[in-house]
């Protein structure tokens, strides 16, 4: 199976450490520092699949990013419709992502508000492991990746492209899902793009 971006150089700066209690989270101070050590390598958007509550030293860093001219892009998150806006997702700045299935349906538990900027596939989504190869996959953690390749594949095509007329592109080009108009569940719509792994799950448009 082709990745989203198969000839890109790809930096993985990883946030988490594991909990006594089992599982994994990333603090503050773990996940500014990620964010910073990648506006220093100077690369051309940031990913973020990973959805938490707001803190001042995080709004900084992404504030920063923002003068950088280096878009963030981040998962909404899976703690329901009625949860608060979650963060790096809900600052303005952020490019904020959530999933939806083949039927193009949002995915159940993905967070909704007026935050919400585009859709992506994220449910049953093949990636891959280390024990059995491939398995499917589902949270907006999955679908925030697709919109994160799109302005990277059109910025290495045309460099000389501001990153925020690009991110606006992608949200102008989307497919309408819900409410006309930007809404609370789809954003502007599911992603339009042309990379090759879009052509299979839920192909935009």
């Known amino acids: 199976m082709p990745g989203l971006l198969p000839n890109a150089r790809v930096r993985v700066v990883d946030p988490f450490a594991a909990l006594d209690s089992g599982g994994e989270r990333a603090d503050t101070y773990a996940l500014t520092r990620a964010i910073v050590h990648l506006l220093a390598l100077e690369v051309d958007v940031i990913n973020l699949s990973l959805a938490g509550s707001d803190n001042a030293v995080l709004a900084g860093v992404v504030a920063l990013a923002d003068t950088k001219g280096i878009p963030l892009v981040a998962a909404v998150g899976n703690a329901g419709a009625r ?14 992502v959530t999933a939806i299935d083949t039927q193009k349906r949002v995915y159940r538990r993905a967070v909704q508000g007026a935050h919400v900027d585009i859709a992506a596939p994220g449910v049953d989504i093949p990636t891959a492991a280390s024990i059995s190869g491939m398995r499917p996959q589902t949270g907006t953690s999955f679908a925030a990746p697709f919109v994160t390749a799109a302005p990277a ?6 460099p000389e492209l501001p990153p925020t007329i690009v991110v606006e592109e992608l949200t102008a080009a989307a497919e309408d899902l819900g409410t006309k108009g930007q809404d609370e569940v789809f954003g502007w719509g599911l992603l339009r793009s042309d990379l090759p792994c879009m052509h299979g799950a839920a192909r935009p448009g």
């Open 153 to 158: 594949a059109r910025l290495a095509a045309h």
């Open 83 to 96: 949860s608060q806006p979650l963060y790096p997702a809900a600052y303005g700045s952020v490019l904020a």
